[in-house]
């Protein structure tokens, strides 16, 4: 059996990068908004990963 990736966690890890480069522009240019929402984008893709993840574990155990 494949071991497959839903779309919420796809989504949530896309997110996690969104967040992590937005965080590090806003620190590279001094931009604390920037900087602020990065980490935002960053904890709402862990958030959705792990919706996905639980998801996932779920739809397995049936």
Do not use: I, W
């Not at 839903?6 to 590279?28: I, M, P, Y």
């Not at 792990?50 to 574990?57: L, P």
Request: proline letters at 0%.
């Amino acid at each position: 059996m494949r071991n497959m990736v839903n779309k919420d966690q796809v989504a949530g890890l896309a997110k996690q990068l969104k967040g992590s480069v937005k965080q590090a522009a806003g620190k590279a240019t001094g931009n604390r908004r920037t900087q602020a929402e990065g980490m935002a984008d960053k904890v709402a893709g862990k958030v959705q990963k792990a919706y996905g993840d639980v998801k996932d574990k779920v739809k397995k155990a049936f």
